[in-house]
């Protein structure tokens, strides 16, 4: 199931799992974990973006292609979010 959210698309677990290559039950492990957070819906069903996939499989590669453990992983998302709020805050340095 696809539900089309403000133009964007937002996937079921089923077919974020098939887009990402994963068992839906990793996917759940990784909400669990805080690495990655889709939406809900009304009904309480996990929604899932283009971004979502691309973070699932941004996962994906450090665990199997580098052999990142999880907690290794909740590192490196944590330090790419803070490389992301400082590039932003100097951007806006600049723009004042």
Same mark, same amino acid.
């Given at each position: 199931? +696809?539900?089309?959210? *403000?133009?964007?698309?937002?996937?079921? !677990? #089923?077919?974020?799992?098939? $887009?990402?290559?994963?068992?839906?039950?990793?996917?759940?492990?990784?909400?669990?974990?805080?690495?990655?957070?889709?939406?809900?819906?009304?009904?309480? +069903?996990?929604?899932? *973006?283009?971004?979502?996939?691309?973070? !699932? #499989?941004?996962?994906?590669? $450090?665990?199997?292609?580098?052999?990142?453990?999880?907690a290794g992983v909740e590192v490196i998302i944590q330090?790419?979010?803070?490389?992301?709020?400082?590039?932003?805050?100097?951007?806006?340095?600049?723009?004042?």
């Open positions: 199931m +696809i539900e089309v959210i *403000s133009a964007e698309r937002r996937y079921t !677990i #089923r077919v974020a799992a098939q $887009l990402a290559g994963m068992h839906e039950q990793s996917l759940r492990m990784y909400e669990r974990r805080g690495l990655i957070q889709p939406q809900r819906s009304k009904g309480n +069903i996990r929604l899932f *973006s283009d971004d979502d996939i691309d973070q !699932i #499989r941004f996962i994906r590669r $450090l665990v199997d292609d580098l052999g990142v453990n999880l330090m790419r979010r803070q490389l992301i709020q400082a590039q932003t805050a100097l951007a806006t340095l600049r723009q004042e």
